[in-house]
């Protein structure tokens, strides 16, 4: 997997007009989301023309509160493993809203933000599992100042008012996975 002006060569290319130039910060957190529309509906195109900005509020009676909204992400990972960009990596997609991590808020300067399709109590498919691990493995690698310790759930930056992932997903399998190819890389 390999990246071409933060592009991602494995990923299938949908541009949504709701990013901006990220500041000097560098990449250095992985937030990690979920999302369905309508809410448990998957494999459905809402989600792209949500982040395209052309999502038709009349579709679904639950679309109402998103009328006018300017929000992505960088990827999608959905529900067969596809993986989908909206936003270069080197861009600022609008994914986390109000967070803080440590220190530092605004984490949208200096985040890459991957969707899952999901809910917060349905349980991830195998294939967005190993979707994701080859994908944060390619971005370990693309950004130096990302690492495991840096990978976050939008609840642990925004715990407010967001509970994605939600429990229904497997931060020790995941992470044990990374921690693996990681060790490898240093043997």
């Given at each position: 997997?390999?990246?071409?002006?933060?592009?991602?060569?494995?990923?299938?290319?949908?541009?949504?007009?709701?990013?901006?130039?990220?500041?000097?910060?560098?990449?250095?957190?992985?937030?990690?989301?979920?999302?369905?529309?309508?809410?448990?509906?998957?494999?459905?195109?809402?989600?792209?023309?949500?982040?395209?900005?052309?999502?038709?509020?009349?579709?679904?009676?639950?679309?109402?509160?998103?009328?006018?909204?300017?929000?992505?992400?960088?990827?999608?990972?959905?529900?067969?493993?596809?993986?989908?960009?909206?936003?270069?990596?080197?861009?600022?997609?609008?994914?986390?809203?109000?967070?803080?991590?440590?220190?530092?808020?605004?984490?949208?300067?200096?985040?890459?933000?991957?969707?899952?399709?999901?809910?917060?109590?349905?349980?991830?498919?195998?294939?967005?599992?190993?979707?994701?691990i080859e994908l944060t493995q390619a971005l370990l690698v693309e950004y130096p100042l990302l690492s495991i310790e840096r990978i976050v759930g939008h609840c642990d930056i925004a715990p407010m008012r967001k509970t994605d992932p939600g429990q229904s997903f497997d931060w020790e399998g995941y992470l044990g996975k990374l921690k693996?190819?990681?060790?490898?890389?240093?043997?």
């Amino acid at each position: 997997m390999r990246f071409d002006s933060g592009w991602c060569d494995s990923a299938r290319r949908c541009e949504s007009p709701h990013f901006n130039q990220r500041p000097l910060n560098e990449v250095s957190l992985l937030v990690i989301h979920n999302i369905s529309l309508p809410a448990g509906c998957f494999g459905l195109p809402y989600i792209d023309q949500l982040f395209q900005g052309c999502l038709d509020t009349n579709a679904d009676f639950s679309f109402a509160p998103l009328l006018g909204l300017q929000v992505s992400a960088h990827f999608l990972i959905r529900r067969n493993g596809e993986r989908v960009q909206y936003v270069s990596c080197n861009d600022r997609a609008w994914h986390a809203g109000v967070s803080r991590y440590g220190e530092r808020e605004n984490c949208n300067d200096f985040s890459i933000g991957i969707e899952l399709e999901g809910t917060d109590t349905e349980p991830y498919t195998s294939e967005q599992y190993q979707s994701l691990i080859e994908l944060t493995q390619a971005l370990l690698v693309e950004y130096p100042l990302l690492s495991i310790e840096r990978i976050v759930g939008h609840c642990d930056i925004a715990p407010m008012r967001k509970t994605d992932p939600g429990q229904s997903f497997d931060w020790e399998g995941y992470l044990g996975k990374l921690k693996e190819y990681t060790q490898a890389l240093r043997s």
